[in-house]
Every structure is written in C-alpha cells, then in structure tokens.
C-alpha cells in the first residue's frame, strides 16, 4: 500500500468499510403499506428463491426495457420482487415505466410489484428468501447487497455505476452483468437465462464468501476494525 500512498502526500490510507446501517425491523412500517405487504410476501417463499429487482429512487426504465424486463422475468420462472416507478413520477408521460398488457395477471402468484415509494431495500436483501439482487449498482445497493450475500444482477445506468459494474462483475466475480444504460434493450430469454442463473450453487457460494469476510472486517479485531482504531489513534496524536 505504500507505493500506492506515495504520490498522494499521506504516509497511509486507512481502509476502513464496508459501512452500512443496521437493520431496522421496524423500517417495513415506514415505507406505507406496499413495504409491509412486501415483506409479508417474502416470508412465504422459500429461502433463496426471490430476486428482488430495484434501481433507486432516480433510475426509470424506457417502455421498451420494462417490456424486455418483464418478459424476461416471466421467463425466469423465477419467484421476483419487483420496485416499479410509477408512470407519472416526474416521467415523460408514457414513455417510462409502463408494464406490459396483462403482465400483472400473468405473474399473479409467483411476482409482486412495489409501487413507487421507499422501500426498506436493507431489510429485504437480509430477508432468508432472496438470493439474488438486480440492482443499478449506486454504491450504497452494491454495498448492502454485497454484505447481505446475494448474488448482484448488474444493470448500472449512469455516472460511477458503471465502475462499480466493473468491480463486482470482472474484479470480485460475484456479479452477472445483465444490461446497461437505459437505451440497450436486452434480449428477455437470455435475460430470463442470467436471472435464472444467478440462483446456482456457484454463484451463491461466491457471494456467501465475501460476505462473511465483508462482515467479519468490521468485527472487533477484523481488519477494518483494527484501521479505524489506528486513524482515531492518529487523528487524536494531532493535538500532542
């Protein structure tokens, strides 16, 4: 790490992380009644048998990804919770986020769809029934996803997403990339396929193991743990 820190005018870098909120059980009571509903669903399902698909609160699909999305959903086969914008948040009218024609009748059962709104994402990732995450890849979904131990679906759609795409997909291998941006559309049976993938053994193994080590750097006596009290130790030799 020294020759890293030597052009930077500091004598080290402390690597503090991953940081992220505990979680809330009462975050599902927040989010009006589409979050409790939510979680209630979950509990019904088998355990790593969901995908739950979300991209913030900024990212909205064009009609045509949406159409491909939850065709390819559809072709999964795959139990799938499913954060939808609606239409008119702040959208051009009819160009975003319209399901397909009978998309709801056909899903009834084994999808459920999240209707605008905060969702308690933190406290779905750790629900025992999902084993797979479709995600924009803003940092703070990449890092819950990543410490929760689901299998990350990468459809990064602007600025630093695409980076974090790269990490995790070709970096730390624990992600499958999915589709990018919001002009690409992609093919709904390979999507439905990746989707589908994403719950084999292989890949939930690989998640599963960087989350522990994830988790285990902020215990006492883990490796961000020790940093951290080493850059309190330094700030507080300032004042001396």
């Not at 505990?22 to 790593?48: F, I, M, Q, Y």
């Not at 959903?73 to 702040?90: A, N, Q, T, Y």
């Not at 006596?221 to 951290?228: A, P, Q, R, Y």
Request: charged letters at 20%.
């Amino acid at each position: 790490m020294k020759k890293r820190t030597d052009g930077l005018g500091y004598k080290r870098v402390w690597a503090v992380g991953p940081l992220f909120p505990n979680v809330d059980p009462t975050a599902k009571e927040r989010g009006g009644p589409s979050s409790g509903k939510s979680v209630s669903w979950l509990d019904k399902c088998p355990k790593n048998s969901v995908v739950f698909v979300c991209f913030g609160s900024q990212a909205a699909l064009p009609n045509k990804q949406m159409e491909a999305l939850a065709a390819g959903l559809e072709c999964s086969k795959v139990r799938f919770l499913w954060c939808v914008k609606e239409p008119g948040e702040g959208l051009a009218k009819g160009a975003y986020s319209a399901l397909p024609a009978g998309f709801e009748e056909r899903i009834a059962g084994r999808g459920m769809l999240i209707r605008g709104g905060w969702v308690p994402q933190l406290l779905i990732l750790t629900h025992p029934s999902v084993g797979s995450f479709m995600t924009h890849c803003g940092w703070n979904s990449t890092l819950e996803g990543l410490a929760s131990g689901v299998v990350l679906l990468a459809w990064p759609m602007m600025a630093e997403q695409f980076i974090n795409a790269n990490l995790i997909v070709d970096q730390l291998k624990v992600a499958i990339r999915d589709c990018e941006g919001n002009e690409l559309v992609p093919n709904s049976v390979k999507l439905g396929e990746l989707v589908a993938e994403s719950f084999s053994e292989r890949w939930r193994v690989r998640a599963e193991k960087l989350s522990k080590a994830a988790n285990a750097a902020v215990q006492q006596g883990g490796t961000s743990f020790k940093d951290l009290q080493s850059l309190v130790k330094d700030l507080r030799g300032l004042n001396k």
